[in-house]
């Protein structure tokens, strides 16, 4: 500890501490407090770990806390909130009148859900004194919710995924027994029992996002019988949770549907260690019970399908191909069929996700080609051709959604598109990318079918966009029609994104610059936030990358130094020295 020097104040946003796991305790008004100094112990005392915000209820005059909701929202600030000087107030007969200003990132609404930002925040605060003159000062006019500093955000919150099932006209349909799971990222308060919170929130459906695309097993208006009581597992790793009557009919395939959610739902809660789930009725009696094990043939989860190989295209143009685990050290090899005997040169390519099939673009860019990853696999001209004049405006590389179907976007700036391929065959079909504004320059499906990654073009600088793939349509003899819907941008802190890829259930790579920067990768949610500490190590001059949805997948990349890949926990290792268009299966 340091014996000499000055004490400097540190403003509770600017706090270097958003992982810490210290607790922060907010402290009740001081008597006597000035007017300002009840505006800045408010909102330091937002900022608490103090489930209820009863201390920060403290600051404001009975009737504003009833009135109160901090649930309806919290507003992120890049700063924190600024607060004007005393002798700047407004005052009136009444009181005084406090501004808040900053610059505003995100929000998170009712639901939990995070929406970045970009503009002006701007409120105000009126206090008067309790009592008459003399009397303490107390807030009786405040913002909605609560507003904060992004790192005191970074340090309260943190991200999990909730699951929903894909509707079968949107997303993976029924394969076997199973369906196909969609994560639905929130914010909770991390140290404010983040199980329950969670649970909660799974309970009360999709956020409205996802909600036209993803439904939930869970009957409407089922909740916990007792919300006020803590979930927590039993020392064997087994969590009870009853519920209201509105599940008391439950028959047991839903009711193992309900307990898979919650199962996969609890897995992003890393420290919960739940293996088993019970569901109980209204009066205590057992609706059903789901391990761990069982809920993967339940539901297809991201985890389930581990990725064999890795594929890219080699110095002959072929598409080739190297185990997936991390640490092999084995040659990549051309795939199977005529894709990977070199007669067609590519330029990049996509492999399906059952790894049976694989999309390739000619290296002159205009044709698109689809053939099977088997020793007879033929090799057939797809129904499109880019007639752009230069080759960096035709045919993007390729991607292949959880349904079997297949996208890909022509880039020509006279006539831009995004197309899809139903099975990958057919003729194309347009989609109606018209809420977007630019040309698309890359693709890439998640495996829920349910979203799609694109890097848009506009006025030379790209971004990031994650758009909701609706379908309608598309019975005997009916056209389908495909239309992406309500994009919003993923990566709004960086001014140019070079490369993208799904990282996992709602978490993508990207490699892009910030303002003045220089290019850095790190991972981020499809949502727009960034979290905390993922920065990836530095390589020079990406040009692509790829990422499994499987988080403990190596990354892959296309770099100044060839096909190199990040084993986790190590650093970049090169493959090949010659080498481009790396993927994943999808």
Partial sequence: MPDSGNLKSVDASQRPDSQSQVRVYAMPPREGARAVEIVQGFLEALTSDDPKFAMARKYLTEEASRNWRPERSTTVLADGPNTGAAGNADNDSDGRTFSLTGREVATVDEQHAYRPQKRQYEQTVHLSQQGGPGGPWRIDRLPPGVVLGESDFQRIYRSVNKYYYATPASGMGVS???????????????????????????????????????????RSGTRLKDPEKPLTPDDQNKLTVQLNSRADRTGQRRCSEMAAQLLFTLQDLTSSGVEEVQLQRSNGSMLCVLSEERAESIAAHRTADRPDFQYFIDDKKRLVRMPAAAGSS????????????????????????????????????????????????????????????????????????????????????????????????????????????????AVRVSADGVRIALLVKKDGKTSLWIGRVERAGGGEGEKPEISVLEPTQAAPQMEEVTAMSWAGGSRLVVVGRESGGVQQMRYVQCDGSVLAGTALPGLTGVKEIAASEDERQPLVAHSDDGIVRLPTGAQWQTVVKEGAAPVYPG
């Fill in 176 to 218: 076997g027994q199973q369906r196909g799971l969609v994560a639905d990222p929130i914010y909770i308060r991390q140290r404010i029992d983040p199980m329950t919170e969670t649970v909660k929130s799974l309970l009360e459906g999709p956020t409205n996002w996802l909600d036209q695309v993803a439904d939930s097993s869970f």
């Fill in 330 to 441: 084995a040659e990549p090899e051309p795939v199977l069929g005529v894709i990977g005997s070199g007669e067609q040169p590519l330029r990049s390519a996509a492999v399906s996700r059952d790894e049976k099939r694989a999309a390739g673009v000619s290296y002159d860019g205009r044709s698109l080609y689809v053939g099977s990853l088997d020793a007879n696999g033929e090799l057939h001209k797809a129904d499109v051709r880019s007639k752009a004049k230069l080759e960096e405006h035709r045919l993007s590389t390729p991607s292949w959604d959880g349904r079997g179907d297949l996208w890909v976007a022509d880039r020509d700036p006279k006539r831009p598109r995004l197309l899809w391929f139903d099975q990958g065959a057919g003729e194309p079909h347009q989609v109606d990318v018209s809420g977007l504004d630019g040309t698309i320059e």
